[in-house]
C-alpha cells in the first residue's frame, strides 16, 4: 500500500510583539455579536515555516492570539518585521510588502474563504468541495483542513451559542506551484461563474461587488 499523500507546505508565522493578531469579538447584547478588526502588525518577527501538509490542522490550533500565518514566505528563515512607515532599512529587518513576500516555488497553503451572504444560503464544506471539483476535478485527490471562520460557533458566558455553521469557513489545501494560486483563483473564479456559482452584490453606495 503506498503512502497517503502529504507534501510539505511551506509558509510564514507572523509573531506580534505586545499586541494581539487577531479579531476581537463580544456580544452585542442582542444574541449576536460584534466583531472589530484585526490588529495591525506594528512590529515583530516573521518565521518560515515547513512542515508535512498533515500537520498543518494542528499546526493552526497551536497558533497563539498574537500570532497569524502568511501564505507568502520571504527568503530569510527568521526576521524581524515593522509596518511600512517604520520602515527604514534597519539591519535584519523587513516590511509585509511584495518586495519581501511572495508565494513558494514549490508546495504552498491555498485557501478557500467561504462567507455566505445575507439571503443566500449557507454551503456545507462537502457542497463547496463538490462545486469546486465540478471545474477543477484535481481538487478532489487534495488532502484538505477545515475550520470555523474566526466569528463562527462563538458562545456566551452562559454557553448560548451565538454564532454557528452559517458564519462561515476556511477550507485550505496544499498546490504547486504555489507562485500559481494567484492564476488558480483567477481561473477558479471564471469556471465557477460559467457553471452558475457567480453572483453580485450590491453595496449600500451602489457599487457593485462580483463574487
Not at 518585521?81 to 520602515?87: D, G, H, I, L, R
Not at 469546486?132 to 451559542?161: H, M, N, R
Amino acid at each position: 500500500m503506498s503512502a497517503p499523500f502529504d507534501p510539505a507546505v511551506t509558509l510564514t508565522r507572523f509573531s506580534r510583539e505586545g499586541g494581539l493578531l487577531t479579531k476581537t469579538i463580544r456580544p452585542n447584547g442582542q444574541g449576536g455579536i460584534v466583531k472589530e478588526p484585526a490588529a495591525q502588525m506594528t512590529a515583530g518577527t516573521a518565521e518560515t515555516v515547513s512542515l508535512p501538509f498533515s500537520e498543518f490542522g494542528a499546526y493552526l490550533r497551536s497558533l497563539k492570539p498574537n500570532q497569524a500565518i502568511s501564505h507568502g514566505v520571504c527568503d530569510r528563515a527568521t526576521t524581524n518585521v515593522v509596518s511600512v512607515s517604520n520602515f527604514t532599512r534597519q539591519p535584519n529587518t523587513i516590511c509585509r510588502t511584495k518586495e519581501f513576500f511572495r508565494y513558494p516555488d514549490g508546495w504552498g497553503v491555498g485557501m478557500f474563504d467561504f462567507d455566505p451572504k445575507p439571503g443566500r444560503g449557507a454551503l456545507s464544506p462537502a457542497q463547496l468541495f463538490d462545486a469546486v471539483t465540478a471545474v477543477w476535478p484535481e481538487f478532489a485527490d487534495l488532502p484538505k483542513v477545515v475550520t470555523g471562520s474566526t466569528s463562527a460557533y462563538i458562545f456566551d458566558a452562559t454557553g448560548k451559542q451565538l454564532t454557528g455553521r452559517g458564519s462561515g469557513f476556511h477550507a485550505y489545501f496544499p498546490f504547486a506551484p504555489a507562485a500559481a494560486l494567484p492564476r488558480l483563483a483567477e481561473l477558479l473564479f471564471r469556471r465557477l461563474w460559467l457553471t452558475g456559482h457567480g453572483s453580485i452584490f450590491v453595496r449600500r453606495d451602489g457599487t457593485r461587488l462580483v463574487r
